[in-house]
Nanobody
């Protein structure tokens, strides 16, 4: 199971840190991702981190979002800086389905999802 938290209302230019607590799987063996879904839009990739700590960001998030993980605590984080109104969305954490390969930015390759946390950025 995954439990995401840390969302809220923030002004443009502000920061938020999302957290996601995991249980029930050998967390350290899997890649992890953050996806987001804005109202009326498809779910899209935001950031991902491999089990070895290599990170990937969506183009829209580069230079602003940082994903990290703490395997001992079974936590994954998304630090979001310089937030923009277009970052408004429900943010979901997810665990990749396989330990044998990793496709960072494809939602269908993740099989364990948190419930989502709403981020609202006002202009």
């Amino acid at each position: 199971q995954l439990q995401a938290s840390g969302g809220g209302l923030v002004q443009a230019g502000g920061s938020l840190r999302l957290s996601c607590a995991a249980s029930g799987r050998t967390f350290s063996r899997y890649g992890l991702g953050w996806f987001r879904q804005a109202p009326g839009k498809e779910r899209e990739f935001a950031a991902a981190i491999t089990r070895s700590g290599e990170t990937y960001n969506a183009d829209s998030a580069k230079g602003r979002f940082t994903i990290s993980r703490d395997n001992a605590k079974q936590m994954v984080y998304l630090q979001m800086n310089s937030l923009k109104p277009e970052d408004t969305a429900v943010y979901y954490c997810a665990v990749h389905r396989s330990i044998y390969y990793y496709t960072a930015d494809t939602a269908d390759e993740y099989d364990l999802w948190g419930q989502g946390t709403l981020v609202t950025v006002s202009s």
